[in-house]
């Protein structure tokens, strides 16, 4: 090891030691480095993935609408600021999906946006270093690149070593110009495994968002925030004018929407008969009690008369009494874990939605 080599050790040295902090030196970091509090956090990265029309880019262009123009979104606080939308897929209708959003929400209208409707290469690190140098005007805040595929240039977006090229020249943007850079991806086949392509990119980003056909946006990842409670949406569409042939042209905008409600899936196999032996029993012999323990204005049976039932469509048949009320005890614990069906001493009955 020659002399000039020792010098530029001892220099790393000396900076690594000034960046040491001893454990009794530590406070609590107690300010937050949000960009949209429990979603996005500043100077970081984050993917929001779905299925082809999904709605992603409206909730994207929802999302970054309200950064730009610093306002709360969806009930969550805001640290806003200039916006640069990269519409590297789908170029045509987004003057027509921020022109529905300004008309339909004016305190939108002179949000902080530039929109680039250019296809970009972020796989190369010429058009990484392109993009900080053409921005002009204050530093945004929020870089968004939609979608991955049309930004990954000559790269495979299947294999970890082209993805962190990619990820990398995301990481240069940010660093460049202090923004949280989103990406817009698309979904693999299976949507319920994330987003498609190589799994580096889940594993490098902060925050990782899914927008699906169902109007469901969620938070599967969130580095240094607890994750949000889900949201839902849905796209009402907006009259932007008429065409030269005098047709109505027309794009959307999101709104709010509550959950969806839980739909029980159909029973099948021994869980059916079992239920239409009940049914059977609640026909045939079923009555009303009254009680703080009973339903209202509902039958209720005698279980032994729901055995009996159980017995006749051929559940609980058996080569001994024991195995019988083996089988049928297994019968009512599985409707009952199936939220299908209540029991209160010898008495059962259905389960409604108001129960």
């Given at each position: 090891m020659n002399v000039m080599t020792l010098n530029r050790s001892s220099e790393r040295a000396a900076e690594l030691a000034k960046k040491m902090v001893a454990s009794r030196d530590v406070e609590p970091t107690l300010a937050t480095n949000y960009l949209m509090k429990g979603w996005l956090d500043r100077r970081c990265q984050s993917i929001l993935y779905g299925a082809s029309n999904a709605g992603k880019t409206f909730v994207v262009l929802d999302m970054a609408m309200h950064v730009a123009a610093n306002l709360p979104w969806r009930g969550h606080r805001v640290r806003g600021g200039a916006v640069l939308y990269i519409a590297a897929e789908g170029q045509a209708g987004i003057n027509n999906r921020i022109a529905a959003i300004k008309a339909d929400k004016p305190d939108l209208a002179d949000a902080d946006l530039d929109v680039l409707p250019s296809t970009v290469d972020l796989y190369g690190s010429q058009d990484a270093l392109a993009i900080c140098e053409a921005i002009s005007g204050p530093p945004p805040v929020l870089i968004i690149v939609d979608t991955l595929a049309r930004a990954m240039g000559g790269g495979d977006e299947n294999t970890a070593k082209d993805a962190a090229v990619f990820l990398a020249n995301c990481k240069l943007i940010e660093e460049a110009t202090g923004a949280h850079v989103m990406v817009v991806h698309h979904s693999g086949k299976d949507s319920d495994k994330g987003a498609r392509g190589s799994s580096a990119f889940r594993g490098a980003v902060d925050t990782e968002i899914s927008v699906t056909a169902d109007g469901k946006i969620e938070s599967h990842k969130q580095r240094?925030?607890?994750?949000?409670?889900?949201?839902?949406?849905?796209?009402?569409?907006?009259?932007?004018?008429?065409?030269?042939?005098?047709?109505?042209?027309?794009?959307?905008?999101?709104?709010?929407?509550?959950?969806?409600?839980?739909?029980?899936?159909?029973?099948?196999?021994?869980?059916?008969?079992?239920?239409?032996?009940?049914?059977?029993?609640?026909?045939?012999?079923?009555?009303?009690?009254?009680?703080n323990f009973y339903p209202v204005g509902r039958k209720v049976v005698h279980i032994d008369h729901w055995r009996a039932a159980c017995k006749v469509h051929g559940l609980t048949g058996g080569a001994s009494e024991s195995s019988e009320r083996?089988?049928?005890?297994?019968?009512?614990?599985?409707?009952?874990?199936?939220?299908?069906?209540?029991?209160?001493?010898?008495?059962?009955?259905?389960?409604?939605?108001?129960d």
């Open positions: 240094d925030q607890p994750k949000p409670d889900p949201l839902y949406f849905s796209l009402r569409p907006v009259v932007l004018g008429v065409d030269e042939d005098g047709e109505e042209v027309t794009s959307a905008v999101v709104d709010a929407a509550d959950p969806p409600k839980a739909t029980k899936k159909p029973l099948t196999g021994k869980n059916e008969v079992a239920i239409q032996a009940l049914d059977d029993a609640l026909r045939e012999h079923g009555s009303s009690k009254s009680g083996m089988a049928f005890k297994r019968a009512k614990d599985k409707l009952m874990d199936l939220n299908e069906v209540r029991e209160w001493g010898d008495h059962v009955w259905r389960v409604q939605e108001d």
